[in-house]
């Protein structure tokens, strides 16, 4: 994949993202604004599996440690990690809201300096995730994207 097509594939969902929340909070003042702070360890061979962990903030002054949990199949090989990764949640209305499994599709690429920019959805609510990390990386898959409290 060129860096061309990645740089315009992490606009586009950036891009989207930034439209989508403003527009959920239009139609319901009761949305909260909620953000992920994580880190996130990679590795893939065709079989993809992900871990990490990172804390929710929401602007109602609650907080919540989290569990990060992905895996997903498809042609992908690689090894990453991502520290000082960022999410934003949208159509939230309570913090246990963001618990729960995320479908995902991603398709990376990196050589040392890896980055990740995508949106994830359950149901109504969506995460939009961005980061940078190091590592070598290539591919396409798709898969769940798990967030549970950190015991």
Excluded at 27 to 34: F, G, I, N, R
Excluded at 83 to 112: C, K, M, P, W
């Amino acid at each position: 994949m060129t860096l061309n097509l990645r740089i315009a594939s992490a606009l586009a969902a950036l891009g989207t993202v930034a439209f989508y929340p403003g527009h959920a909070r239009a139609e319901s003042s009761a949305e909260l604004d909620c953000k992920l702070q994580f880190s996130l360890s990679t590795w893939s061979v065709i079989y993809k599996h992900s871990e990490g962990s990172g804390i929710v903030t929401c602007e109602n002054g609650k907080s919540m440690r989290v569990t990060i949990a992905a895996k997903g199949a498809g042609l992908t090989v690689g090894k990453s990690h991502v520290d000082n990764g960022t999410g934003r949640f949208s159509d939230i209305h309570s913090i246990s809201d963001v618990l729960g499994d995320y479908a995902q599709a991603e398709a990376h690429a990196g050589v040392v300096k890896s980055g990740t920019a995508q949106v994830l959805t359950k149901g109504t609510v969506s995460l939009a995730l961005a980061g940078n990390g190091e590592g070598v990386d290539l591919g396409v898959d798709i898969g769940k994207f798990t967030l549970t409290h950190a015991k």
